[in-house]
């Protein structure tokens, strides 16, 4: 069965600089993608950053971007110019091509400090 | 445009008590999903259907109940509480297969099973 882990449970950073959040996975398949989910207080989930296994190019969005190393099994969340509205729980996510069973970590907590 | 809805937002039940968590979207689509979040966990997922009539498990079935008679609604229910079913139930919906497009999430239901 595939496997996500955060490794870091807790994070921290001062406003307007760079955090990265770690996620390892753990397949045997090609085909798959990977996301990163934020949990604001409000509980909502929100997709931050999606990044398909067939693209060697790393996906970015705005301040936010990855760095997926296929071959280590690792998919990175970096955080450029962290905002304090950026506090919030963060989750790594795989599922494999063709399945609709999505695989999250256990999350990351991370704290913007003003 | 209300997107996910879920009710209710908070739910104390005693042990073997039933009820429904109810589903609703307004987006016209197809794929809809139940998850848990547990503490120290991440996120589940306990049900899915790809469509009206079609449900299919995801990783921890056991003790829920789903139907899709319409593309809005996807109730989850539960027979008989047991407090290990205590959690924060979320409901997310897609355009398509979980891994091509985005889920949006519904805001989530506290459940307590004292």
């Known amino acids: 069965a595939q496997t996500v882990t955060q490794s870091q449970p807790e994070m921290s950073v001062q406003e307007a600089e760079t955090v990265t959040l770690s996620c390892t996975y753990d397949t045997s398949e090609s085909d798959y993608y990977l996301f990163w989910y934020k949990q604001p207080p409000s509980r909502q989930m929100i997709l931050v950053i999606r990044q398909e296994a067939y693209k060697q190019q790393n996906a970015t969005e705005n301040r936010f971007s990855v760095n997926f190393q296929k071959a280590a099994k690792s998919f990175s969340l970096k955080i450029s110019d962290s905002q304090l509205g950026d506090a919030a729980m963060y989750f790594c996510a795989y599922v494999q091509g063709g399945s609709e069973k999505l695989v999250f970590g256990k999350g990351t907590k991370l704290t913007v400090n003003p | 445009n209300a997107g996910v809805t879920q009710t209710p937002k908070f739910q104390v039940l005693k042990t073997g008590q039933s009820m429904t968590l109810q589903c609703a979207q307004d987006m016209n689509h197809e794929y809809m999903s139940w998850y848990r979040q547990d503490p120290g966990m991440g996120l589940r997922l306990i049900h899915y259907s790809v469509g009206a009539g079609i449900t299919d498990q995801g990783e921890v079935p056991n003790g829920y109940n789903v139907s899709r008679s319409t593309t809005e609604d996807f109730p989850l229910r539960l027979l008989s509480a047991a407090p290990s079913q205590t959690s924060v139930y979320f409901c997310?919906?897609?355009?398509?297969?979980?891994?091509?497009?985005?889920?949006?999430f519904g805001a989530g239901t506290r459940l307590s099973v004292l």
């Open positions: 997310a919906t897609s355009t398509g297969f979980f891994a091509k497009n985005i889920q949006y």
